[in-house]
Structure formats: structure tokens, C-alpha cells
């Protein structure tokens, strides 16, 4: 098999409700480079499909299960991760309680929507944090 | 590199319009196993968006300049595929003119929506299909 493609990935915006009451959405300070805040995510597995990466990925870097609200869109741009050319399927997705960094994860916090801090983000985050956010 | 993801894929429902009229939409028959009537797709190559896969692979199979009007879906169901896993970003296209079969394709047609033979559609095509035909 000589065929080539991206990298697939998945990111989650996590939209954290304490009793229906939204919080913020998550985002996390990474361990590895690029170093700096990202939404959570990961690569997707052979043999898995891209929701259940999704929330096997939240799971991992944030301890919260998730429950996917709709696909946000790909985000395919090959410089957008200064490795290697990923694409990536962003969810919009919702969850209670507290998250707490692992994986990749060094830390993982609750942001306001107005207190995003996108001059710290890597990837196309802050972009794709834009894109939601217009479209709320 | 020892990541491994699957393949990723573009797939494209095409609607064809002549003068403002909405005509139908382009399946094609497959050169290549599995042999049967398939949505125009391919892989996408490292190095390129998935916007630009598709409307390169839309050109290749069809013959077709399309321009994207949204992303369906994302399919990535390990079993789509019987050779591989793939998972598919499927965008919702126009385009204007006749297709003509090329590259994979070794034909192309305009199907109206109420005449698509969906017991002859390979992979995943003719669930695809359906949901498009369901937010319409």
C-alpha cells in the first residue's frame, strides 16, 4: 500500500454546564510541543470512527465524558500544525463537572468565552474558536 | 513516524444544474473493485486542504469545475471501505455541464433523486445519499 494521506485528527469544544448553566469551554495547557493552550484532541486509530476518537481523546486529556453536539468542520490547512499535515474533524461537544489534565494534558481548564487567552494558543485554534464563536 | 490514522477521503454529492435548474446528481461507475455506482471521491494527498481534493478529484472523475456550497459529513466507519479504512469528509458541490467519466470513473451520469439505483451504490454511498436527501 503505497498511499499517503494527512494525519486525521479530532479537537473537541467542550462546553462545560454546572446544572444547565454554561461555564466555559475547556482548553488545555499541552506537555509536548508546540508548546502553549489548545483545545483537547488527538489522532484518530485505525478502526475507530471519528466520534468515538473524539471521546475517547476528551476523556484522556480532561477526564470529562463528552457527548458530541454537532461537527463544527475540517480544518485541513497543512501548515496548521508545524509537524506534519494533520486534518482535523472539530466537534462541538458538552459535559458537567471539572476537568483535570492527562495525556497530552498537562493541565485543563474551564475558560469564560471572554477571557480566551488566544495569543497563548498553537495550531489554528484560535481560528477555529473564531469560527464557533461567530456561529453561536 | 509511527503514527497511523486512516486514510482520509473526499467524496462529492455534485448537483448539476442547467440554467438555474436543478437536474440531478452525479454518481459514477468504478473502474477499480469494488465494482459498482459510486459518489466522485478519492484520497486526499499530504500537502493539500480537503476543499482542494475535492474539487480536484471532482475534476478528475467527472470532468466537473464544482464549487462547494457545505460539508455534509464526516464517515469513517472502519467498515465502509472492504479494503481499508477510510473516513470520508463529504461536501454538498455544484456544478454546471455534462460529466464525463475519467481516471477511476470509467463512466459518469446525471441521476434524477427519485431514480438512483441504490442496490448498485458501493461503500457507504447510498446511507450518504439518504441522509443528504433527509436535510434537504
Known sequence: MN???PFLTVDGIIKIFEEDKFKGIVLIKRKNPPIGLALPGGFVEVGERV???LIREMKEETSLDVTIERLLGVYSDPK??????TASCVFICNAKGIPKGGDDAKEAYIYKLE???????VFDHAKILKDFLEKL
Open 3 to 5: 498511499i499517503k494521506t
Open 51 to 53: 466520534e468515538e476518537a
Open 80 to 85: 496548521r500544525d508545524p509537524r506534519f499535515h
Open 115 to 121: 477571557e480566551i487567552e488566544y495569543d497563548l494558543m
